[in-house]
Antibody, heavy 116, light 109 residues
């Protein structure tokens, strides 16, 4: 059974940093591109980062230069290092597996709150 | 930036058919995926590549895509289908390569 379990969320002040982790199991992690998708409470879904099997990374302009996605295949783990956090980054962050161009598995999410 | 437009809400009586649209410029040339999200839960993929269903998704869920509109159709709607539904595509010309629609709240009357 495929499982994605996020951790690392919490409350942080504006300008602060946070590192999210995602533990993957039930599939060959190194064979899949992995993404982070976030959702502000009561709003829609927003893609925030991607890492290919090759290690290539992708970001939208809204987080470029502030967020860094990485993976450790030996540990079946995905990470999101977030720095210079803004109030607008407050959201639930989901770890997702990309299959072709669709997200076929999602974690339960980890909540990030940026507030003074 | 590629924009996907969904109606904010759709209402349907139990047993009837719900149709949720997703509009985008020449969306028919792209693969469209649909997700169902119930309150407090993570999204679940219900249709991928326009019209395919993941294992475990009822046949009542189907999709189509042509021209500037993709449609998620839910037949014989049940109370348990009440949820938010999001469409999603990949667009290489967009800042957000992986683009989501704004979501549609399906209410079962």
């Amino acid at each position: 059974e495929v499982q994605l379990v996020e951790s690392g969320g919490g409350l942080v002040q504006p300008g602060g940093s946070l590192r999210l982790s995602c533990a993957a199991s039930g599939f060959t992690f190194r064979n899949y591109d992995m993404h982070w998708v976030r959702q502000v409470t009561g709003e829609g879904l927003e893609w925030v980062s991607a890492i290919a099997t090759t290690g290539d990374t992708y970001y939208p302009d809204s987080v470029k230069g502030r967020f860094t996605i990485s993976r450790e295949n030996a540990k079946n783990s995905l990470y999101l290092q977030m720095s210079n956090l803004r109030v607008g980054d407050t959201a639930v962050y989901y770890c997702t597996r990309l299959n072709s161009s669709a997200y076929d598995y999602w974690g339960q999410g980890t909540r990030v709150a940026v507030s003074s | 930036s590629y924009v996907l437009t969904q109606p904010p809400s759709v209402s349907v009586a139990p047993g009837q058919t719900a149709r949720i649209t997703c509009g985008g410029n020449n969306i028919g040339s792209k693969s469209v995926h649909w997700y169902q999200q119930k309150p407090g839960q993570a999204p679940v993929l219900v249709v991928y590549d326009d019209s395919d269903r993941p294992s475990g998704i009822p046949e009542r869920f189907s999709g189509s895509n042509s021209g500037n509109t993709a449609t998620l159709t839910i037949s014989r709607v049940e109370a348990g289908d009440e949820a938010d539904y999001y469409c999603q595509v990949w667009d290489s010309t967009s800042d957000h390569f992986w683009v989501f629609g704004g979501g549609t709240k399906l209410t079962v009357l």
